[in-house]
């Protein structure tokens, strides 16, 4: 099973949504403006509404309990959620998780576990404001953790996956690859703050943004909807890397949790806050309807990128 | 473990929560009102906001795979969840899902499961606008389904179980009892209209509502805060009984998700839609500190029910 081709297909048979749903699947976010309701910010400004976005860590697929801790689970878990919210640059607003749990985990396991969530939800304003927990008899049974992520789209309004244009910069927050290896897959900041500021600086020049999940190559193919007739095109040269990192691992390691973004071409901030901001290629026409929607060029050689990725898998 | 002693302890730490949040958990949804946004409805009024649950179904606990079928597990899933947005007399608009598949389900499997869960979402305008799928590689996971969903306050309000008074009325929609064993618990149509229409007909008599996920006399007692000084008194002549089922059944077993309400003493609707509303007992000062929280009269035997239904264990 391809669960993405899964959800594809069931999304697909959804029809029509309804009228509340401005953004519905697909997206790292729905977008959901209910009849009556008007969404003004302290920073003023329209276009606003109810950011809604699920996401799970299984043990066995996401982590393993007993090398990750269950604080650095915790974390995990939400911060994957918060990543989800600055893909938008919607600002948290709350956040609310179902666990199952394992027979041999404790009270004070479990508490363990979501103290690390409510610190990383409290630290990024996005409190607990639900859950569900239950305890698994098998003792085979992994730890889940599913989490589901409230946000507010800002007076500035969100950014979709789906904004690209012809000659649009491709950029990158921070650094990629390595993040399973190093652990930084269980202990990454979510850019959330970096995202608001992106979108105000950049303004209506920021095109579109993805939080990198699953590795560069597979997730910028994501931002090209089957007929755009684009291609996004990367500069392995560019790609900022983590040490010890070659730009394969830099396009296909996954777990990064940073910021792909595609901007109008113009001046570009080198920094948001701390984290640097870096260009690393261009959208252009697609030389061909079968050539590949995302490629590195690496000196003369020319690479399909598009399913270079870790599709998490049990 | 008892999951309800851990997820009050983890909710205790949490503090404060944010200014967004108007009930935060501890309730059948937490209500936020983000700074700014208005929650005006087509019916007019104020007190709106966005309202939110999460809970779980999960295989070996909620239901036995083969014998329940995929589309009553599905329309389980998101029917409990409905019923927590009947519970607050909201109305729903949106829901999401993460699902964990064992992995001898197949591709075809997932749709039916997701098409029956679509289909109850769309019924009660709540399309399914996000999701999250995985598939576990050990022959012995449970299917596990968490769903989230969103609510809004219609122009009428929320209505929160904590609102009991002494002397309201008792009162349950519907009939109870028996629900595991006819499969009642699959094919449930959560009491979204019927609460509204309460809500409506009631106004601000309608003093506090939960949903009977695990037994009257448990839910009961969950109305009542540990210092109210209140007592429910329920008269088991008076109880609405589905065929068969005797008043400890209909206290204890669970998965009626029917509504009970608490109501200011006064006239009563005695149907709501097609929907019976039946007055059962009355709220009562209670005699002593220790006595219990919720009784029930059989003639003139008296028997504390507060802890007589059903904790879902796996």
Redesign the interface.
């Known amino acids: ?1 391809n ?1 993405q ?3 594809r ?3 697909r ?3 029509k ?2 009228s ?2 401005v953004i ?2 697909g997206d790292d ?2 977008l ?1 403006r ?9 920073g003023g400004g329209g276009g ?1 509404g ?1 950011l ?5 860590v ?1 043990e ?2 996401h982590f393993e309990r007993p090398a990750a801790g269950l604080d650095a689970i915790g974390h995990k878990a939400i911060a994957r959620c918060l990543s989800d919210v600055a893909a938008m640059a919607g600002r948290p ?2 956040s ?3 666990a ?2 394992p ?1 041999d ?3 004070d396991d ?2 363990v576990l ?2 690390a969530m ?1 610190t990383v939800g ?1 630290r990024f ?14 003792p ?3 730890l ?1 953790c ?1 989490v ?1 992520v ?1 946000g ?1 789209a800002t007076g500035l309004g969100v950014v979709s996956r789906f904004g690209a244009k012809n000659g649009d910069l491709v950029c990158v927050t921070g650094a990629l690859g390595g993040s399973l290896d190093s652990g930084r897959h269980l202990s990454f900041q979510p850019r959330v703050g970096e995202a608001i500021m992106l979108r105000a600086v950049l303004g209506e020049r920021l095109h579109a943004m993805i939080d990198l999940s699953d590795g560069l190559g597979l997730d910028a193919s994501r931002m090209l909807e089957a007929d755009s007739g684009l291609q996004i095109e990367i500069d392995a040269d560019r790609l900022p890397l983590h040490d010890g990192i070659d730009w394969r691992g830099g396009v296909s390691d996954g777990e990064d949790y940073e910021l792909l973004c595609l901007v109008e071409d113009g001046e570009l901030p080198e920094r948001l806050l701390e984290c640097p901001f870096t260009p690393i290629g261009r959208v252009v026409a697609r030389p061909a309807a079968d050539a590949p929607a995302v490629v590195v060029f690496d000196g003369d050689a020319r690479h399909d990128v598009a399913s270079q990725g870790w599709e ?3």
């Open positions: 099973m669960e081709d899964v959800l297909r069931i999304f048979e959804s029809g949504q309804g509340d749903v519905g699947p976010m729905a959901l209910p009849e009556g309701w008007t969404f003004g910010s302290p606003g109810v809604l976005a699920v996401d799970q299984i066995g697929i607003v709350a609310l998780v179902s199952i749990l027979p985990m404790t009270d479990a508490m979501f103290d409510r409290e304003h996005a409190p607990i404001v639900g859950g569900d927990l239950a305890v698994h008899r098998h085979t049974h992994p889940t599913s589901t409230m507010a998490h898998r049990g």
